[in-house]
């Protein structure tokens, strides 16, 4: 798996609602008492800068999705919820909930998120062919190959067939 953030360990787990203590307002969450600043908004030339959208990447890849999603959204809303760029982050978060809901084992949940990534990706190609690294016609054609049921076997640590490549 390539990284762009090699030198940033991993949280101790991937949480899972209703199965790991809560990140960040359980004391025996992975990040409690942490408190990040909040982070600029991702300038679409320059996403390499972005340390919060590759942590999120770097996190995403390897199914640590809740923790991506938090990643995400706080350039989400850095973007003030508008725009090209803040559409783009919204399907990633959505994406983030598809891993959740599969490792949940909640198909339907999983089938909403899915649909709302897709719907939000084809929005922002109407824009931009190329965000923030990520081509997006690519993207979204693996997005529609996505089944939102878990693997057999995998019910508790499914991690989605999808790795994210911003080059």
Not at 43 to 65: C, E, P, Q, T, V
Not at 85 to 109: D, F, H, P, S
């Amino acid at each position: 798996m390539i990284r762009f953030l090699p030198d940033e360990p991993f949280p101790a787990y991937a949480y899972t609602p209703g199965r790991d203590p809560h990140p960040v307002r359980d004391e025996r969450g992975h990040s409690y008492g942490v408190h990040a600043p909040a982070p600029a908004a991702p300038d679409a030339d320059r996403w390499r800068d972005s340390h919060d959208y590759l942590r999120g990447i770097d996190l995403f890849n390897a199914g640590y999705y809740w923790e991506a999603h938090e990643s995400w959204e706080g350039l989400w809303n850095a973007c003030g919820r508008s725009g090209l760029v803040a559409t783009l982050l919204q399907a990633l978060i959505a994406l983030a909930a598809v891993g959740l809901k599969v490792r949940a084992g909640n198909a339907k949940g999983a089938a909403a998120h899915v649909g709302r990534a897709r719907r939000m990706l084809a929005e922002v190609m109407v824009g931009a062919p190329r965000l923030l690294g990520l081509d997006l016609a690519d993207l979204a054609a693996t997005v529609n190959r996505l089944t939102p049921a878990p693997p057999p076997g995998t019910a508790g640590h499914a991690v989605l067939p999808l790795t994210l490549r911003p080059g």
